[in-house]
């Protein structure tokens, strides 16, 4: 369905290496063999390691998965686990023996994990300790499974229920550090990751070595700054979503250090932690940053060494990127993908005229511009291309060499998901100005429809959490009689401060339209996320009227 090459008229004479995983470990081991990966866990010493040894370990494992687990091309190894040097060893070990790395996400609902883990047929599962009891009473659920390799030395090794289990160091011992990768097929299926599914069950995106390779090649390209070797990276985004957003493949091709936190990281452990290692580019959801600019803002501090923030997964709030930009002196850059996108599509990079205060935070709000090789066209809702005029909106259709052709073994999904001419359905909703630049508007599925007309639900809560006493906003479409849909926004207030729907609701006056102003402003103590750390509109939708969802 989607073009592939046709036979050439006359064929370049150029030498066909295949684009693999494997290479970038290499090239790290190679050139930048002695920069570090550093590993930390809350009230446990840094481990501390280089490309040179995770390159070694790697190629013990993928010795390992040959020999002792009898892993075949192809098949699927999963890994339940946070962001480790050990979980990168798996990144390149299970992917660079043609392999395919299947990241679940731990933080999933148990039926959906045992869903996405008999789907993928996984036969090995690769778990952090700390994972044991999750994955315990699934385990009789998932007859495919053959054993379990837990994250840690014999010594750490849990009592366990789980059948076959092994410490993943007793796996890998003995067995060499060297290895010459395997030449594979640059097609070949690299790594599976599913999206959670609003509706329905998870789907798969298979990617390949060649989507991979190709994604990273475009993220290098694109950077702002680029990370480069003088780069200290701190992906916050989880290992196991999307490819945490390139970030283990862009920082051993640049040679930058990779520093994985705990995951459990409240905002002054994350500033702590950004701190001591000197990082100089952090990635995560705009919920992460939001608390940590309001730990930043109540103790007066600074950063020493931040440069980058970038900043994905929903719709960063201005006063977000204002703050970071303009009080703290940290670049952020808006990006926009998802699971099936690999996931970056868009980068919000304004081009030099608009690279000026103040318009550069208006720019930077939108999800930003096309990275060279995706393909970006927006939609009415008869599949009619629309103008590139800021006005009309939209669903965003994307093709690419990084974008999903399909959901692993789900026709149903792939013939949803994927238009009869080869675009992927992206589910948002946006408009596209004379630059380029892309405006995500909303996803269809929190769409507020009132009267007919779109109520913009990013844009409510964008103005709602520049209030000073509001620390975070989302709203959501109600079943009306007469408009069929109303909006009603819940905030949470900001520490330390009192907040009332009245003053919410009068500080949007005048900043949105009348017929924007929510019906009910709800305070809440904390709004519910979902496993990918964002709010999740669907819990939110249930509680307000359990019948009606
Ligand atoms: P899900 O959120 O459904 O688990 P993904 O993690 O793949 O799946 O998220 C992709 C979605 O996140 C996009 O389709 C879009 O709705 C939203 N998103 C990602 N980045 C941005 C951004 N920079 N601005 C606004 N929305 C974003």
């Given at each position: 369905m989607t073009a592939t090459a046709v036979a050439p008229a006359l064929a370049g004479l150029?030498?066909?290496r295949s684009l693999q995983i494997s290479r970038l470990i290499d090239h790290a081991a190679l050139w930048h063999g002695d920069i570090e990966i550093v590993t930390q866990r809350t009230g446990a010493p840094d481990e501390r390691s280089t490309y040179r040894e995770v390159r070694a370990r790697s190629a013990q494992l993928a010795h390992a998965l040959a020999e002792r687990l009898h892993v075949a091309a192809g098949e699927r190894v999963a890994t339940f686990a946070w962001n480790t040097q050990r979980h990168l060893e798996l990144y390149y070990g299970v992917s660079g023996s043609g392999a395919v790395l299947h990241t679940v996400n731990p933080r999933l609902f148990a039926p959906q994990i045992v869903y996405i883990i008999n789907h993928a047929r996984d036969r090995f599962v690769f778990l952090d300790a700390d994972l044991v009891p999750v994955l315990e009473p699934l385990a009789a659920q998932?007859?495919?499974?053959e054993g379990y390799v837990v994250l840690c030395g014999e010594a750490e090794m849990p009592a366990t229920s789980l059948p076959n289990a092994v410490a993943y160091e007793s796996l890998i011992a003995?067995?060499?550090?060297?290895i010459e990768w395997p030449e594979l097929d640059e097609r070949t299926a690299s790594s599976l990751c599913y999206t959670?599914?609003?509706?329905?069950n998870p789907k798969g995106v298979l990617y390949s070595h060649r989507s991979t390779i190709l994604h990273t090649f475009a993220q290098a390209a694109s950077w702002q700054a680029g990370p480069g070797s003088q780069a200290a990276i701190l992906?916050?985004?989880?290992?196991?979503?999307?490819?945490?957003?390139g970030l283990p493949y862009l920082a051993p091709m640049q040679g930058s250090k990779l520093v994985f936190a705990d995951p459990h990281l409240d905002p002054a452990e994350l500033y702590g932690a950004l701190e001591r290692e000197q990082v100089t580019l952090t990635c995560g959801v705009p919920t992460i940053w939001l608390r940590l600019l309001d730990y930043l803002e109540r103790n007066d501090l600074r950063f020493s060494s931040l440069k980058l923030l970038g900043v994905g997964g929903s719709a960063p709030p201005r006063a977000l990127i204002e703050a970071f930009e303009v009080k703290y002196g940290v670049t952020v850059l808006n990006a926009w993908g998802m699971t099936e996108t690999s996931?970056?599509?868009?980068?919000g990079t304004p081009r030099p005229a608009h690279d000026v205060l103040p318009q550069r935070i208006d720019y930077k709000t939108r999800a930003g511009r096309a990275l060279f090789g995706v393909e970006i066209r927006i939609v009415d809702d008869d599949g009619a291309s629309l103008p590139f005029d800021g006005v009309a909106q939209g669903e965003i259709h994307v093709r690419g060499?990084?974008?999903?052709?399909g959901y692993f073994e789900d026709d149903e999904a792939t013939a949803r998901g994927?238009?009869?001419?080869?675009?992927?359905?992206?589910?948002d909703i946006a408009s596209i100005d004379t630059h380029g630049y892309v405006q995500i508007r909303d996803r269809s599925k929190d769409v507020i429809k009132s009267g007919g007309e779109w109520i913009s639900s990013i844009e409510l809560e964008n103005v709602a959490v520049?209030?000073?006493?509001?620390a975070e906003a989302a709203a959501i479409g109600i079943p009306h009689p007469t408009w069929s849909e109303r909006p009603v926004l819940y905030v949470v207030a900001a520490q330390g401060h009192e907040l009332d729907a009245a003053s919410v609701i009068a500080f949007l006056d005048g900043k949105?339209?009348?017929?924007?102003?929510?019906d009910e402003v709800i305070v809440v103590a904390e709004l519910p996320h979902t496993a990918?750390?964002?709010?999740?509109k669907r819990t939110l939708r249930e509680r307000y009227a359990p019948a009606a969802t």
């Open positions: 150029m030498m066909d998932l007859p495919a499974v003995g067995l060499p550090g060297e959670s599914g609003t509706t329905g992906p916050v985004v989880p290992l196991f979503h999307a490819n945490a957003w996931p970056a599509c868009t980068y060499p990084w974008i999903a052709a994927v238009t009869a001419d080869g675009w992927l359905r992206t589910g520049a209030h000073p006493a509001v949105v339209a009348k017929w924007w102003i929510p990918t750390g964002k709010i999740s």
